[in-house]
């Protein structure tokens, strides 16, 4: 049981270029999101999924797509970067449960330069 | 405006003592949950404790309690027997009812140091 995994863990990605992140659970949960984290803040919203087919915006949409094909993964692409984009992203997902308790994934340091 | 705020940018405690993170939260939703998450230096996020809004008690997790106060609208975290190992980023998170997908809000965090 792997939780939730993140490729890659670091990237280094030139201003006006593309990438998508991958993310990918395996605990069935129908929930999932992508958060980025600028240095010294907490994390802020950047899209989520409820199911396979599902997405929806979040704080910070600008820049990025996703996509929900699966169950399990949920990519985030980003268009054209740039440097206002360096930050950590992190995915996670969850389960409507009392807690609804996100899982979330080790993070990916991306720099835009 | 600020659904979280976390007063204490950082905190110095001893080994051994107990320390309090201070986390204040805003909502007009009735069913929310309150959670902390730790994140030491390697980056990752670690759930340590949860509060549903209607729980009476305050929830502990081993060293950890959180010490809520619904009318305040407060929601501090208690580490009580410090260790050096809890040197780290703090986090307090909010999912309310209203939210999308059950996101969490995050605070901007509390760097805790533990000194020997």
């Known amino acids: 049981n792997a939780g939730v995994t993140q490729t890659p863990k670091f990237h280094i990605l030139k201003i006006g270029q593309s990438m998508t992140l991958q993310c990918t659970q395996d605990?069935?949960?129908?929930?999932m999101y992508w958060y980025r984290q600028d240095p010294g803040m907490g994390l802020k919203l950047i899209y989520y999924?409820?199911?396979?087919?599902?997405?929806d915006k979040g704080e910070v949409p600008n820049g990025y797509n996703v996509s929900r094909s699966t169950t399990e993964d949920f990519p985030l692409r980003l268009e054209l970067a740039a440097p206002s984009q360096t930050s950590v992203y992190f995915c996670?997902?969850?389960?409507?449960?009392?807690?609804?308790?996100?899982?979330f994934g080790p993070g990916t340091r991306l720099t835009v330069t | 405006a600020q659904k979280i705020t976390q007063t204490q940018p950082g905190m110095f405690v001893q080994e051994k003592e107990a320390v309090t993170l201070d986390c204040t939260y805003d909502?007009?939703?009735?069913?929310?949950?309150l959670f902390w998450y730790k994140q030491p230096s390697s980056g990752e996020m670690i759930f340590l404790i949860y509060?549903?809004?209607?729980?009476?008690q305050n929830a502990t997790e081993g060293r950890y309690s959180l010490n809520f106060q619904k009318a305040r609208k407060s929601a501090n975290l208690v580490i009580s027997a410090s260790q050096l190992g809890d040197s780290a980023m703090y986090f307090c998170?909010?999912?309310?009812?209203?939210?999308?997908?059950?996101?969490?809000?995050f605070g901007k965090g509390t760097s805790l140091l533990v000194t020997p």
């Open positions: 996670a997902s969850g389960e409507a449960t009392y807690y609804y308790e996100q899982y």
């Open positions: 605990m069935n949960h129908n929930y």
């Open positions: 998170a909010m999912r309310e009812a209203s939210n999308s997908g059950y996101a969490l809000n």
């Open positions: 509060q549903g809004s209607y729980d009476e």
């Open positions: 999924s409820v199911g396979a087919g599902i997405t």
């Open positions: 909502t007009s939703d009735q069913s929310y949950g």
